[in-house]
């Protein structure tokens, strides 16, 4: 009889049956924000960050599978424990914080979206923008209904067009090689570097990816039962992550090259507009239309998994929960706002992703003391080398943004 209903509570583990988490997270990894940052760094200075993007990229890796093993660990979220160990006061005032960073990523994913619809359909932006809003709606409700896996399935494919739009323009026209290598060597090169390595770090490092990891790994295959269940869901993890945050490296690094290759002597690529029309000169309409595809898919992907993260934050945070859908619906608002008053959509997308960066720590900081701590882990605490890996992280994260701030001082001093 025992032997019995273990093997009820513990279910065989088929390996690619569980993969799935890792990819909704992974979202957050290409929203048009990194469109936005990655064109950009690669239009104003070709290969120079292409290291940022890689160092982000495995930081990423790293980072999200602490995520995912602290909920199956814990069989909570990163912020229900937060919750439980800061005082009221605290735990409000955390809260703001990690909802500024949400709304910021929801600024960056709707208004990409609008984008793509206008450069599509040429759609207004406040029109766009409805459409993205009322189509997340319609995602977060296959969630609701349906559960996780329908919806990881639903975004899985999503991921799937977004890589296609994005790196469909590599093969018209492959980057340079030996530019690339140059490209991996750490460096500057002034100021707007440094704001664009910023911006770029905050679009790949996501704070809300970090929080809403946790939440998944956990809603989808509940607490680890006992050490060789537990040790055979993280591996499969590693796996999943592994997958999903290769292939968004693989995407970021592709719209760097894409820019670093096709759009550094052209003018007026300062914007997703300029940059998409000087993709139409350069690689044809058809890439260009291909292109405005992944925008679209990205801004309807991103959104709905921001919204579903911003409800565990609040959820773990202040143990109160809002309908998801009436979250996405206020959450909106702000991003039509600035649509209909004429904001400059490209340099919103920017200055979001440069807050998000300085968001991460906030996420990053008691990610890194959980999943140190034996009490909280017990036999799945760090090792010495993934507590020395994680600290650097925190140290770049939080350097860079010093570094940032410096230097913008000094340029207006």
């Given at each position: 009889?025992?032997?019995?209903?273990?093997?009820?509570?513990?279910?065989?583990?088929?390996?690619?049956?569980?993969?799935?988490?890792?990819?909704?997270?992974?979202?957050?990894?290409?929203?048009?924000?990194?469109?936005?940052?990655?064109?950009?760094?690669?239009?104003?200075?070709?290969?120079?960050?292409?290291?940022?993007?890689?160092?982000?990229?495995?930081?990423?890796?790293?980072?999200?599978?602490?995520?995912?093993?602290?909920?199956?660990?814990?069989?909570?979220?990163?912020?229900?424990?937060?919750?439980?160990?800061?005082?009221?006061?605290?735990?409000?005032?955390?809260?703001?914080?990690?909802?500024?960073?949400?709304?910021a990523?929801?600024?960056?994913?709707?208004?990409?979206?609008a984008?793509?619809?206008?450069?599509l359909?040429?759609?207004?932006?406040?029109?766009?923008?409805?459409?993205?809003?009322?189509v997340?709606?319609?995602?977060?409700?296959?969630?609701?209904?349906?559960?996780?896996?329908?919806?990881?399935?639903?975004?899985?494919?999503?991921?799937?067009?977004?890589?296609?739009?994005?790196?469909?323009?590599?093969v018209?026209?492959?980057?340079?090689?030996?530019?690339?290598?140059?490209?991996?060597?750490?460096?500057?090169?002034?100021?707007?570097?440094?704001?664009?390595?910023?911006?770029?770090?905050?679009?790949?490092?996501?704070?809300?990816?970090?929080?809403?990891?946790?939440?998944?790994?956990?809603?989808?295959?509940?607490?680890?039962?006992?050490?060789?269940?537990?040790?055979?869901?993280?591996r499969?993890?590693?796996?999943?992550?592994?997958?999903?945050?290769?292939?968004?490296?693989?995407?970021?690094v592709?719209?760097?090259?894409?820019?670093?290759?096709?759009?550094?002597?052209?003018?007026?690529?300062?914007?997703?507009?300029?940059?998409h029309?000087?993709?139409?000169?350069?690689?044809?309409?058809?890439?260009?239309?291909?292109?405005?595809?992944?925008?679209?898919?990205?801004?309807?992907?991103?959104?709905?998994?921001?919204?579903?993260?911003?409800?565990?934050?609040?959820?773990?945070?202040?143990?109160?929960?809002?309908?998801?859908?009436?979250?996405?619906?206020?959450?909106?608002i702000?991003?039509?706002?600035?649509?209909?008053?004429?904001?400059?959509p490209?340099?919103v997308?920017?200055?979001?992703?440069?807050?998000?960066?300085?968001?991460?720590?906030?996420?990053?900081?008691?990610l890194?003391?959980?999943?140190?701590?034996?009490?909280?882990?017990?036999?799945?605490?760090?090792?010495?080398?993934?507590?020395?890996?994680?600290?650097?992280?925190?140290?770049?994260?939080?350097?860079?943004?010093?570094?940032?701030?410096?230097?913008?001082?000094?340029?207006?001093?």
């Open positions: 009889m025992t032997n019995r209903r273990s093997t009820t509570q513990r279910p065989p583990i088929r390996g690619v049956l569980l993969l799935g988490p890792a990819f909704v997270a992974a979202i957050a990894y290409v929203d048009p924000g990194n469109v936005a940052a990655n064109l950009s760094a690669g239009a104003k200075y070709g290969y120079l960050l292409v290291w940022v993007l890689v160092v982000a990229n495995l930081m990423a890796g790293l980072i999200q599978y602490q995520s995912a093993k602290l909920g199956l660990v814990t069989g909570r979220s990163l912020p229900e424990l937060l919750g439980e160990r800061l005082h009221a006061r605290s735990r409000i005032s955390f809260w703001v914080q990690a909802e500024l960073i949400a709304a990523t929801d600024l960056a994913e709707v208004i990409g979206g984008i793509a619809l206008h450069l359909f040429d759609l207004p932006l406040v029109v766009g923008g409805l459409i993205v809003g009322i997340s709606m319609m995602l977060l409700g296959i969630q609701s209904r349906f559960g996780q896996r329908p919806f990881e399935f639903v975004i899985i494919g999503l991921l799937a067009i977004i890589a296609i739009g994005f790196l469909a323009g590599l018209v026209r492959p980057p340079d090689g030996a530019a690339i290598v140059g490209g991996l060597v750490p460096r500057f090169a002034g100021t707007g570097s440094v704001l664009l390595a910023a911006s770029v770090l905050g679009a790949t490092v996501m704070p809300h990816a970090i929080y809403v990891h946790s939440a998944l790994a956990r809603d989808r295959h509940g607490r680890g039962d006992g050490l060789a269940h537990t040790g055979r869901l993280l499969i993890t590693k796996w999943d992550v592994a997958i999903a945050l290769t292939l968004a490296g693989i995407v970021n592709g719209m760097l090259l894409l820019a670093a290759t096709n759009l550094r002597s052209v003018s007026s690529v300062d914007t997703i507009e300029g940059a029309a000087a993709i139409a000169v350069a690689l044809g309409p058809a890439i260009a239309i291909i292109f405005s595809i992944g925008l679209l898919a990205s801004g309807l992907a991103s959104t709905s998994v921001g919204s579903y993260a911003g409800a565990t934050i609040m959820a773990g945070l202040l143990r109160r929960r809002i309908p998801i859908l009436v979250r996405r619906t206020v959450t909106l702000p991003a039509l706002v600035l649509l209909w008053v004429g904001a400059d490209t340099a997308l920017i200055i979001s992703q440069v807050v998000l960066s300085f968001g991460i720590p906030f996420a990053l900081i008691p890194l003391r959980l999943t140190n701590d034996v009490a909280v882990m017990g036999a799945f605490a760090n090792t010495i080398a993934v507590k020395i890996l994680l600290f650097v992280s925190v140290v770049l994260v939080v350097g860079l943004n010093a570094t940032l701030l410096v230097l913008a001082f000094l340029g207006n001093s």
